[in-house]
């Protein structure tokens, strides 16, 4: 007993950090109860918790893809793959009960038999380790700390045992809880801070917390397809459907404008010259041999993994294939862009393109090409340009990585349908995956938030135009839907093109022989006698004006 | 058909609607006639709303030497000029009608998407390779002008009939803008957007609204000042050719008619 005592003790000594930020909170907690005891747990504050990463940095709210109107009393898929730290300030009083549990579920876990029924199955589930025993005599400021996946993993609520597993949110199980949910509807998990005697029967009044989660992104949007213009792509698509909660899309390119001459890449569009070339990333990964190696040890762990796991969350950028990542690489996001592209592998990994030299490249960018024609164009996603030529992104559709940063990005006007492609201006590794998006629901791991180019808040959008482009560079586009929870969903099947010179109506014109040339007055033969009439009138209208 | 032969035909076909109008009124009584007489309020100005398929005369331009790149750009159809003019009808010329200045704005716009450049050329002019790019192009013109507004309404005021012939003769110029997605086109250091200047003219008729519900009328007289409602239709000419000031105007004229409501006040 004077052990646990000194524990709990301990616990609300490293929680008095906690200083309440009052944000705004989408909804309040509601007590319940109706067991005897005279004990009572209260938020002293309509803002109940904070949230904190993995590191122990607080979210960041303003850099996080997470929407301002959860702040942050939901959980996203994001949320999950960082483990969110949840801290409680809570009021406790009365003092019958022997300790404090902490449980979760859809049902009212006050009820004895949701929690701990004989015969009966558990519909609740424990969240966190037991707090007390408690001794004091006055009210008291208690910090519990829950993690997002132990709340979220929704443990089998028919079996009638519920095995508290203390360190399962930082297990290698853990990142399960971020894909039990299957639908892309909001589900309510209550999370319950229940005083319980020694026989473990809630006691006075509880104190409960609704959580918002959502872990499944909307799909990719369909159809995207891209028409190109001077230093610019026109991007149009159709909406994935009636998606309950999509609220946007977020639009990557690759290469990312801002320097990038060469990259994306590189089209064979030579028939039977086996110039199937191609590079990964943007101007800084043009290098073509780690592109393509990178591919094809994507392309192997991917052909490996049961999980499909391939990409590093937390921001490791050289790292492939880490099992504590373990995020929704999609198990049908991959072959279904494959198929779409029209190159699917054999058995044995191979695709059916050419293994050429990857010269020939007709984009005229002289990128990176590498030698391709095996596995890793699968996870490349290679692109059919039509006449034998193909075009992949790394980055993109394949095992993306997530740098930390900041970015700055320009959001999109739909009602312009104009975005200028952001610029990258930093990369914080040490800040971990804050700036990174990590896509739910299938597709890649991530995308480097440098090649997102912009974002639409607006579900209805179809189209928007990249702008400041390179002409004769080809550009890789996908794009993403968003919904209210801020998950990022699996990119559409990826599209190329080249931004091309145009001839609008000016360059016709003038391209014709015209010669107007817009405001200049002068030259013409009545110059000088308009001049002279227009004075003239000026005169008499002055004179006219000073007669009495 | 000489004017006298077009004159007469028109007054027969403008006393047959008078008729029908004046039985109307009857039906109402000579008290209201009475009282119309004594509530109408000054009138001093115009306001007109104005809607025109307008199609500018751009490829006209000596220097394109026939080639046709608005034609080829945006094709053959008009679009829709929206404008207003304002009125003071500030001299009343008896047996006539009012004299005044008047100044006008409108605006339209041509859009499309821009084709790819081609390499190919027929007979010195740019043709289109069919392949139409993702990047918009268009071209947007204000027209102004400033103009001297003659309405003979006396057929109205002293006679009955409801119809104002007018004519309008004065100053024009248009602001005008080549943009593209991007914003204002530049080709060879040549900014798409400046102005030209010309002649406005006009010549039109407008029909006194006024006979279809006389009562209504007086009531909209009384309660906001407003004489009488047009409904007009107007031929336009707006000649921006430079008027001889301007060497190398591009010339967004044209010639269009204008329809549209006219409330004198």
Redesign the interface.
């Known amino acids: 007993m004077p052990r646990r005592r000194l524990l709990f003790a301990c616990a609300c000594l490293v929680a008095t950090t906690f200083a309440p930020d009052g944000r705004a909170q989408t909804s309040s907690g509601s007590s319940s109860g109706g067991s005897t005891g005279t004990d009572s747990i209260n938020s002293p504050i309509p803002n109940p918790y904070r949230a904190l990463l993995e590191n122990g940095l607080e979210v960041d709210q303003t850099n996080n893809p997470r929407p301002q109107n959860l702040n942050p009393t939901g959980c996203n898929y994001l949320d999950c793959t960082q483990d969110l730290q949840l801290t409680f300030p809570l009021v406790y009083s009365g003092f019958s009960a022997d300790h404090i549990e902490v449980w979760a579920g859809t049902v009212d876990c006050t009820q004895d038999n949701n929690r701990t029924g004989t015969g009966v199955p558990h519909l609740c589930w424990q969240v966190s380790g037991s707090t007390g025993p408690l001794y004091a005599t006055a009210a008291v400021t208690i910090y519990p700390v829950i993690y997002a996946r132990d709340v979220l993993r929704y443990e089998n609520p028919g079996l009638t045992v519920q095995p508290y597993q203390p360190s399962f949110h930082s297990s290698s199980e853990g990142p399960s809880a971020c894909r039990v949910q299957t639908s892309d509807a909001e589900v309510d998990i209550t999370v319950y801070f229940i005083p319980v005697n020694s026989s473990y029967a809630a006691v006075g009044t509880a104190y409960s917390w609704v959580l918002h989660s959502d872990l499944v992104a909307p799909p990719a949007p369909l159809n995207v397809t891209?028409?190109?213009?001077?230093?610019?792509?026109?991007a149009t698509w159709e909406s994935p459907g009636n998606d309950p909660d999509l609220v946007g899309f977020a639009i990557y390119a690759d290469p990312p404008a801002g320097g990038a001459t060469t990259g994306g890449c590189s089209c064979g569009n030579a028939p039977g010259s086996g110039a199937n070339s191609y590079a990964g990333g943007d101007a800084s990964s043009v290098e073509s041999d780690a592109a393509v190696s990178r591919c094809m040890e994507a392309a192997a762990e991917g052909a490996t993994s049961e999980d499909g796991a391939v990409a590093d969350a937390e921001g490791d950028t050289s790292t492939l294939a880490d099992s504590d990542l373990d995020v929704a690489m999609s198990e049908a996001s991959l072959p279904e862009a494959s198929t779409e592209a029209g190159v699917m592998p054999d058995s044995g990994g191979k695709v059916g393109v050419d293994s050429g030299s990857g010269s020939g490249s007709s984009s005229g960018s002289g990128s990176s090409s590498g030698t391709v024609g095996d596995a890793g164009m699968m996870n490349c996603n290679p692109i059919n340009m039509g006449g034998g030529g193909l075009c992949a992104s790394f980055a993109l559709t394949s095992g993306g990585f997530t740098i930390g940063g900041t970015t700055t990005t320009t959001t999109g006007d739909a009602s312009s349908d104009?975005a200028i492609i952001p610029v990258t201006t930093g990369d914080d590794s040490s800040t971990g995956a804050e700036g990174g998006v990590t896509l739910a629901g299938g597709g890649i791991a991530s995308i480097d938030p440098k090649y997102k180019a912009a974002e639409i808040d607006d579900k209805t959008a179809t189209q928007i135009?990249l702008?400041g482009l390179t002409n004769g560079l080809n550009y890789v586009v996908v794009v993403t839907s968003i919904d209210g929870s801020g998950n990022v969903g699996p990119v559409s099947t990826p599209t190329c093109l080249q931004p091309?010179?145009?001839?609008?109506?000016?360059?016709?014109?003038?391209?014709?022989?015209?010669?107007?040339?817009?405001?200049?007055?002068?030259?013409?033969?009545?110059?000088p006698?308009?001049a002279m009439g227009i004075a003239a009138a000026a005169a008499a209208l002055a004179r006219r004006r000073r007669r009495p | 058909m000489t004017p006298r032969r077009f004159v007469a035909p028109a007054i027969g076909l403008a006393c047959v609607l008078l008729a029908g109008s004046s039985r109307a009124q009857e039906d109402r009584g000579e008290s209201l006639s009475a009282h119309h007489k004594s509530y109408e309020s000054p009138q001093n100005f115009a306001i007109e709303i104005r809607l025109s398929p307008y199609l500018p005369g751009v490829d006209s331009d000596p220097s394109l030497h026939g080639c046709t790149p608005f034609t080829d750009i945006f094709g053959k159809s008009p679009s829709f000029m929206v404008g207003a003019e304002f009125d003071w009808q500030a001299v009343r010329i008896k047996h006539l009608g009012t004299i005044g200045p008047g100044v006008g704005i409108g605006t339209v716009s041509f859009s499309a998407a821009a084709p790819n450049t081609s390499a190919n050329a027929t007979g010195g002019c740019i043709s289109a390779n069919g392949s139409l790019s993702g990047e918009q192009t268009s071209l947007t013109i204000y027209p102004m002008y400033a103009v001297a507004v003659l309405r003979a309404d006396a057929l109205w005021k002293e006679a009955g009939v409801p119809f104002v012939p007018y004519a309008k003769l004065g100053y024009g110029s248009a602001f005008w803008q080549a943009s593209n997605t991007l914003g204002t086109s530049k080709y060879a250091g040549s900014v798409g957007q400046g102005y030209t200047i010309g002649t406005a003219f006009a010549i039109g008729l407008s029909f006194n609204l006024n006979v279809f519900d006389d009562y209504a009328a007086r009531n909209f007289d009384e309660g906001m000042g407003v004489n009488s409602t047009y409904l007009f239709a107007e031929w336009t000419d707006l000649n921006l050719n430079g008027l001889w000031v301007q060497s190398d105007p591009l010339r967004v004229g044209g010639t269009s008619w204008t329809f549209g409501l006219d409330w004198e006040f």
């Open positions: 891209l028409s190109p213009g001077d230093t610019l792509l026109k104009v135009t702008t091309e010179p145009t001839d609008d109506y000016w360059k016709t014109y003038k391209k014709d022989g015209g010669t107007a040339s817009g405001c200049a007055l002068g030259g013409g033969t009545g110059a006698v308009f």
